[in-house]
């Protein structure tokens, strides 16, 4: 018998019948207890499903192993808080996010909340980018109801892991009629974050979440989510990207800033026809003057070019050093180059006009 095949005995045998509990793709608890919210919770793979073949010492691991239903029956007090309904859409390392899965993903949110047996999903996901997913998510998803991503820094075999901790967590934030029109939440490590604002700000810690420019909106303590703060980029202003008929999303690429950056990265992006460039630049935003040179020449061809930076928390803010309205750049705001990309990617499923996209940036 494998390592999984003994961990699911295990924790099986922890919760008789949790296997079978989580129903078909698309259900929740047949028969669930009434009066408690319905959660669905959606697996994508990562850290949190993951685990090695043998169990051991050291920290290699395959992330992404774990079924979504063994990942339930290691927090079996969830049942207490909610009715679980469970699929698992893929099972990847987060690394291997595409848009095609974002899509589907998007579109199974957006059916599961549509109905009035559900009354919120979590989603599982890899820590690499779930801020990405998160914020994609965050412009798609055309529900009040609750959307909470939640991953684990330590893989399911660790001594001291996360991942129930975090899906406990999670399914508290899920279930809570405080955590509606929030727009969609990160849950980790006992704190709630907002999609926009969120990153990952340390590849190994286990505390390795934070929004660094505005910090969490709550915290879970004991079973129970307390919010400090409401973000205004939830409120009614926010911009919904529908993505019905879409199959794909439009080619951006984002450019690092650095001393003496060439500016061949960007011209490559032009030749291969991206059709929005981020530039992570130095600063609030600034650019070398040859990566200047070749974002202007691309921002004439049609190409939408924003400026986001390389620095972890504060603003890149219009025209402080360059002036963007002459280059027909729009400026990212506080949002980081991998967010700017996706929001870049949905604003240019509606329009290449500079001045527009300024606008969804200054509103998303
Ligand atoms: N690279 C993996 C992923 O993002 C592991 C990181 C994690 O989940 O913590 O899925």
């Not at 059916?111 to 999903?121: P, T």
């Not at 409120?235 to 993505?243: K, Q």
């Not at 032009?270 to 630049?281: D, F, K, L």
């Amino acid at each position: 018998m494998s390592y999984f095949d003994r961990l699911k005995k295990m924790v099986s045998a922890f919760l008789p019948g949790a296997a079978s509990r989580g129903g078909e793709p698309g259900e929740t608890d047949s028969g669930g207890v009434s009066g408690l919210p319905n959660i669905h919770v959606l697996a994508t793979g990562g850290t949190i499903a993951g685990g090695r073949a043998e169990a051991g010492a050291g920290t290699v691991y395959t992330a992404g192993v774990l079924g979504v239903e063994a990942l339930l029956a290691a927090v079996p007090a969830v049942r207490a808080i909610a009715n679980i309904g469970n699929e698992q859409i893929v099972s990847v390392g987060s690394q291997d996010m595409d848009e095609s899965i974002w899509l589907k993903l998007a579109r199974r949110v957006n059916e599961l909340l549509a109905r009035n047996d559900i009354d919120g999903v979590v989603i599982t996901h890899g820590t690499d980018t779930l801020e990405e997913t998160a914020y994609f998510l965050d412009l798609t998803v055309k529900s009040d109801k609750p959307v909470v991503l939640v991953g684990a820094m330590r893989p399911a075999h660790a001594a001291g892991t996360d991942g129930p901790a975090n899906l406990f967590d999670a399914i508290v934030v899920a279930s809570s009629r405080d955590s509606a029109a929030r727009g969609v939440l990160v849950a980790m490590s006992g704190n709630v974050f907002e999609a926009r604002d969120v990153t990952k700000v340390s590849t190994t810690a286990s505390q390795a979440f934070a929004a660094p420019n505005f910090g969490p909106l709550g915290q879970v303590h004991d079973g129970r989510v307390i919010y400090w703060r409401r973000s205004e980029r939830a409120s009614a202003h926010r911009i919904n990207f529908d993505i019905s008929g879409l199959e794909n999303l439009p080619p951006v690429g984002i450019v690092y800033g650095h001393v003496n950056a060439p500016a061949l990265l960007v011209k490559t992006l032009v030749e291969a026809q991206y059709q929005g460039i981020v530039s992570a630049g130095v600063g609030n935003g600034n650019l070398y003057y040859k990566v200047l040179g070749a974002l202007a020449d691309a921002a004439s061809r049609g190409i939408a070019v924003v400026r986001s930076s390389r620095v972890a928390a504060g603003p890149t803010i219009r025209g402080v050093e360059l002036d963007d309205t002459r280059y027909g750049f729009a400026a990212a705001g506080t949002l980081n180059p991998q967010k700017a990309r996706v929001l870049l990617q949905l604003a240019l499923t509606r329009t290449r006009d500079a001045g527009e996209i300024q606008k969804m940036f200054d509103y998303c």
